[in-house]
């Protein structure tokens, strides 16, 4: 058995998306782009980006710890 809220939610989430929203939108985007103002996207340089070093990394590309040397058993 589901319970109400479970029902109810997701009812009331889909009604505000597919009637209210497009008429409330318009009414409330001025306030929100006073409190969330557009992030600044940084310019990034493509030469950059093919100059990688990964000699201290592991095979998933994450930083290793410690020596990134092999250590050899002794054969004997």
């Known amino acids: 058995m589901v319970c109400i809220p479970c ?3 997701p009812i009331l989430l889909w009604v505000y998306k597919k009637f209210l929203e ?20 940084l310019k ?13 990394a592991d095979t998933n ?3 290793t710890r410690g020596s990134t040397e ?7």
Do not use: Q
């Open 7 to 9: 029902i109810v939610i």
């Open 22 to 41: 497009p008429y409330v939108y318009h009414l409330i985007s001025p306030f929100v782009g006073r409190i969330w103002p557009k992030k600044v996207e």
């Open 44 to 56: 990034s340089n493509d030469e950059d980006k093919s100059n990688i070093d990964c000699k201290g």
């Open 61 to 63: 590309g994450f930083p």
């Open 70 to 76: 092999i250590a050899h058993k002794k054969e004997g």
